[in-house]
């Protein structure tokens, strides 16, 4: 299909900075092909670690406590299967990324959803969590900002979520892969929260804060004991993260902060431009505080997620995600990813607020297309 705008890719479009493209040259010129260690690069460890140190004022030990990973994707898949033993189950908040449930499955886990609603700007308190936790519970995962609907977590909010973990003795897994994309309002490091870094695995990665998604490049911080059983599963598995990645890493962490600063203020300046061109046509949407999505109410237009989403690709190509593809309470809702152009999204706006014109004028006092639950 041609002259399709798309808005369902979860990836910036920027490119990576050049500083970090160049430093991953210069690494090939001199012939960093080889294998590293397992756990990774000691000094790429060493750097995360200042790197934390200095953004939230939490310590790791750089040898014994951080593992570089293949992508924050398998960083989740070794924390869950150091942890878990068959049929232990894990919370988790609904909407959420895509692989949070099958990679739960995978480590022979049982997924525990939460849903969360529009209306409470999809945040979850410690009391909706509290009522799921069983003798079987083993972890609560957490991804602030969120993927899809880039709500954020005020720090009261999350301390009570770690006081929760304590008083269940559970484990928490934090992707933190959005962090440094937070507009409004501070980023809450978990770890760093009362009684939590003990409990803790932190994920994190370089694909969305420095543009770095096909370089695979993440890592994991925890306790000892947890990063022991991680880098078994990992040393099995992936052996270790590819060189060349890794020394770009390192060059992103040593170099490209001014790169992120500016990346984010475009970002910022989409999400104003994007957030409030879908309330100005009716497509009711909460300011996202983080990420780069915007998760817009679908439901005035009387289609379900899919059939939104299918109609809006056909009569205007324009490509977004259905809620429902992020758990069931996503349903009335549509994904957007505003990690394109302004001009892009400009003319996203325009085919968007024809579409939605098109509807009004056809009458929606049918809703059409409508199926499970429609998270009201």
């Known amino acids: 299909m041609r ?13 990576t900075p050049w500083r970090i493209r160049e430093a991953a040259i210069y690494a090939l010129e001199r012939g960093y092909t080889t294998y590293t260690s397992n756990a990774g690069l000691p000094e790429l460890r060493a750097r995360i670690v200042d790197h934390l140190e200095g953004l939230y004022g939490v310590h790791y030990e750089p040898d014994a406590e951080v593992l570089i990973t293949v992508g924050v994707s398998e960083a989740l898949d070794l924390a869950l299967r150091s942890l878990l033993n068959p049929g232990d189950e894990v ?34 308190s410690a009391g909706d969590i509290e009522r799921t936790i069983t003798p079987r519970t083993k972890a609560i995962l957490l991804c602030y900002p969120s993927n899809p609907t880039g709500a954020t977590q005020e720090r009261a909010n999350l301390q009570a979520v770690v006081d929760l973990a304590v008083r269940h003795d559970l484990y928490i897994i934090s992707d933190e892969i959005y962090d440094r994309l937070t507009y409004a309002g501070e980023h809450v490091c978990v770890p760093t929260l009362r009684g939590a870094r003990e409990r803790t695995i932190l994920l994190n990665g370089f694909s969305k804060a420095y543009a770095m998604t096909g ?4 890592y994991a911080c925890a306790p000892r004991a947890v990063t022991e059983g991680m880098h078994k ?9 590819p060189h060349v990645a890794q ?13 992120v600063r500016s990346m984010v203020a ?10 409030g061109g879908l309330n100005a046509m009716g497509l009711e949407c909460a300011e996202p505080a983080g990420a780069f999505y ?3 109410c679908v439901r005035s237009t009387g289609l379900s997620s899919e059939g939104f989403a299918e109609r809006l690709l056909m009569q205007e190509r324009v490509a977004v995600v259905p809620g429902n593809a992020f758990g069931d309470c996503g349903e009335g809702y549509v994904r957007c990813s505003y990690a394109t152009s302004l001009a892009q999204l400009e003319e996203a706006l325009v085919r968007l607020r024809r579409f939605v014109a098109s509807r009004a004028l056809a009458g929606t006092g049918a809703r059409e ?3 499970g639950n429609t998270g009201a």
């Open 3 to 15: 002259d399709v705008i798309s808005l369902g890719v979860g990836e910036p479009d920027f490119v």
């Open 91 to 124: 919370v988790f908040t609904e909407p959420c990324y895509v692989s949070y449930l099958p990679g739960i499955r995978f480590a022979g886990g049982v997924p525990v959803p939460v849903p969360t609603r529009g209306e409470d700007g999809f945040r979850v």
């Open 215 to 218: 370089w695979r490049i993440a």
């Open 233 to 241: 599963v990992h040393q099995y598995t992936m052996l270790c993260a």
């Open 247 to 259: 020394r770009a890493a390192l060059e992103a962490l040593s170099g490209a902060e001014g790169d």
């Open 266 to 275: 475009a970002y910022d300046r989409r999400r104003r431009l994007f957030v």
């Open 294 to 296: 915007a998760f817009p």
């Open 369 to 371: 297309g409508v199926t």
